[in-house]
């Protein structure tokens, strides 16, 4: 079974420092890979995903992450973080054959200081 | 984006009692919907998946007799935790999908605290 691993429980950043939020995943082959976002009170915002192709991928608010097969790593990354970005940040696979089902990590708690 | 509506945001219920929890999609039908049970400090778990008028499948390990799920329209899915237990506080988290496979995105509500006294 697919598993997602969020080494890193919290991290806590300057504003406009860079960020870079690791994410590991284990599955035999290329899972589709998500990252998500969860403010407090919010529900859990997709930021980006990657399912073939290039594999630096593109997502909103300034986000992009790396797939790196070599390194069965998705992470996350911001060249210069703002204090709106204080978030909780959830890593998450899929694999074909399971009806859409979402395996996610256990979170990394982002804070920025200013 | 779409939007998913959780109600009630917190409920706090006795022991032995059930509850229902609505999730909503306010803007877009949604063919499937999933419930997630969140632990503090953990990921979110997948309870179940559930397409509209057909029965819920639920994740191995969950009590389908415990965790009922209705979904009974393309805009509404409801949880019941039937006989709740203190075991059974948690954070419950529904999300919503305009079809199956993921190319299309799931939404996902707030998130419904559940305390069982």
């Known amino acids: 079974a697919q598993s997602v691993t969020q080494p890193d429980i919290h991290i806590t950043v300057s504003e406009g420092a860079s960020l870079e939020l690791r994410c590991n995943y284990s599955?035999?082959?290329?899972?589709?890979l998500f990252w998500y976002v969860q403010s407090p009170g919010q529900g859990l915002q997709l930021l980006l995903k990657?399912?073939?192709?290039?594999?630096l991928v593109q997502g909103i608010k300034g986000f992009e992450a790396e797939f790196k097969r070599s390194q069965s790593s998705f992470n996350l990354r911001k060249p210069s973080v703002h204090w709106s970005d204080a978030a909780e940040y959830f890593c998450?696979?899929?694999?074909?054959?399971?009806?859409?089902?979402?395996?996610f990590g256990t979170g990394t708690r982002l804070q920025v200081t200013l | 984006g779409a939007v998913v509506s959780q109600h009630p945001s917190r409920v706090i219920c006795k022991s032995g009692t059930s509850v229902k929890i609505e999730c909503r999609s306010l803007d877009f039908q949604a063919t499937t919907m999933f419930w997630y049970r969140q632990f503090p400090k953990q990921s979110l778990m997948l309870m179940a998946t559930?397409?509209?008028?057909?029965?819920?499948?639920?994740e191995q390990g969950v009590e389908k007799d415990k965790f009922l799920i209705n979904h009974a329209s393309l805009t509404l899915s409801t949880l019941t935790v039937t006989s709740a237990h203190p075991e059974d506080s948690s954070f419950y988290i529904c999300?919503?999908?305009?079809?199956?496979?993921?190319?299309?995105?799931?939404?996902f509500g707030p998130g419904t605290r559940l305390t069982v006294t």
């Open positions: 999300s919503a999908s305009s079809g199956t496979g993921y190319s299309y995105e799931q939404y």
């Open positions: 990657y399912f073939s192709g290039d594999t």
């Open positions: 559930s397409n509209e008028g057909s029965k819920a499948t639920y």
């Open positions: 599955y035999g082959a290329t899972p589709y």
């Open positions: 998450a696979v899929g694999v074909t054959g399971t009806a859409s089902k979402l395996t």
